[in-house]
């Protein structure tokens, strides 16, 4: 950072995977254990057509931020929508400091 000129450093790069059409999302190669274990049990449960996950925490797995788009949520308000990841997550969740999430219907 430049803090003579005000500049930023550039923000670290966003782990946002979209799926083909008609195909489920992959999981990135540069996740974590942890990020893939989300990653795969999202993936497993919920179907998403957009998924996102991204340890917040520093790396020790304490806070992750979720972004996910599945059509399971559809005609769901945020609340149940949130409720239905957390239900998904429940063992996980237990374990983790705090988590950030996004959800949508495609």
């Given amino acids: 950072m430049n803090a003579s000129l005000g500049l ?25 254990e942890g990020e893939l274990e989300i990653f795969n049990k999202i993936k497993a449960e919920l179907d998403p057509v957009r998924l996102e996950v991204q340890d917040i925490s520093g790396g020790c797995g304490s806070m992750y931020a979720l972004d996910i788009e599945s059509f399971k949520f559809k005609g769901l308000p945020i609340v149940k929508q949130h409720k239905l990841v957390n239900q998904v997550l429940a063992n996980e969740i237990k374990k983790w400091h705090g988590v950030q999430l996004k959800t949508r219907a495609p």
Avoid: F, V, W
Wanted: glycine share 4%.
């Fill in 8 to 32: 930023l450093a550039p923000l670290a790069p966003r782990r946002r995977l979209y799926s083909e059409k008609g195909s489920a999302p992959q999981p990135p190669d540069y996740l974590s």
